[in-house]
């Protein structure tokens, strides 16, 4: 089954760029985005998580949050995709890793940015819309920019969906060592290979669902779309760099759903069970069948969940 079939939505908006200032050290951002649905309906902003790019939400997925009355934003995040890449700027990235996990601060080196910039970059995004508050929906890495997002800026959010995400504590949030290696390890440059290389992902993804010749597709269209490996030590980094957010956890009051699976061994059950924890008044849904992915069987439950979520 592919996932990357054409929207039916007649509206779909062609991708679109807009900058945003907001940064910490005053640089310009251009975010690249596109929308789904009416602009009518209640927005919808898609976080994609590490060097994912917007496609990782998938059309298909898109279209059945926007067929339930959801005005769908998805965006590249920096250094990846269509959006604003920082090449050239070097990062540490060794010596980062070692101070967060030694939980050691004074220790932590510059970062080109952090989990603070990249949400300035979703809130310059919905500045951009002209929109208030959104219903917030991250995934991984982008669970996490949510999280901060709550923190920073709670008044920009009606709800919080944070799907296979961590609250950034290390006890809780570590891979095993097979999914580490697949996420973390070398690269592929050339076309082919890299397309061959989405096989090693499937020791993290949903063992029932997970479909090599669906991957291949979709590791095709993303190499086509904007191949750029750079910018991943740089959002590690800025992962890495921004810390423990269980601290700031317990003051939202932003309504709040946590998705996880139990297939999930790049980030764990456990930090799904403790991002809900931390959270007050949060709900958990938890899936047996589902990895670190979005597989399609389990779009009907997913997005059931986050309709009712976000009828608020």
């Not at 926007?66 to 700027?89: H, M, P, Q, Y």
């Not at 208030?132 to 009606?158: C, F, K």
């Not at 086509?224 to 601290?247: E, I, K, V």
Request: proline share 9%.
């Amino acid at each position: 089954m592919l996932t990357n079939e054409p929207s039916p939505h007649e509206n779909w908006r062609v991708p679109q760029a807009v900058v945003n200032t907001n940064t910490a050290t005053g640089g310009k951002i251009s975010v690249e985005y596109n929308t789904i649905g009416s602009p009518a309906d209640p927005p919808l902003l898609l976080i994609s998580g590490y060097t994912a790019q917007l496609t990782s939400w998938a059309d298909g997925f898109c279209g059945e949050l926007a067929d339930f009355g959801r005005f769908v934003i998805r965006f590249d995040n920096r250094d990846c995709g269509l959006s604003t890449k920082l090449e050239g700027v070097e990062v540490d990235l060794d010596a980062v890793i070692v101070a967060a996990l030694d939980d050691r601060p004074d220790l932590l080196p510059a970062v080109p940015y952090t989990l603070s910039d990249m949400a300035a970059d979703a809130i310059g995004l919905l500045d951009h819309l002209g929109i208030e508050a959104a219903h917030v929906v991250g995934q991984s890495l982008g669970g996490m920019i949510a999280q901060t997002i709550a923190i920073e800026h709670p008044a920009r959010l009606r709800t919080m969906v944070s799907i296979m995400s961590s609250p950034g504590d290390p006890e809780v949030s570590m891979p095993t060592p097979e999914a580490a290696a697949a996420l973390l390890g070398p690269v592929a440059t050339d076309r082919a290979a890299y397309i061959e290389s989405c096989v090693d992902t499937l020791v993290y993804r949903s063992k029932q669902y997970a479909d090599p010749a669906t991957l291949k597709v979709e590791y095709a269209r993303d190499y086509d779309r904007s191949f750029f490996p750079d910018g991943g030590p740089r959002q590690l980094a800025a992962m890495y760099a921004s810390g423990r957010r269980s601290p700031m956890l317990p003051g939202i009051d932003t309504p709040t759903l946590v998705i996880h699976g139990r297939d999930d061994t790049l980030i764990p059950p456990s930090a799904g069970f403790r991002t809900a924890e931390l959270i007050p008044g949060s709900g958990l849904l938890f899936l047996s069948d589902m990895g670190h992915d979005l597989p399609e069987p389990l779009w009907p439950t997913i997005v059931d969940a986050i309709i009712s979520h976000t009828n608020r």
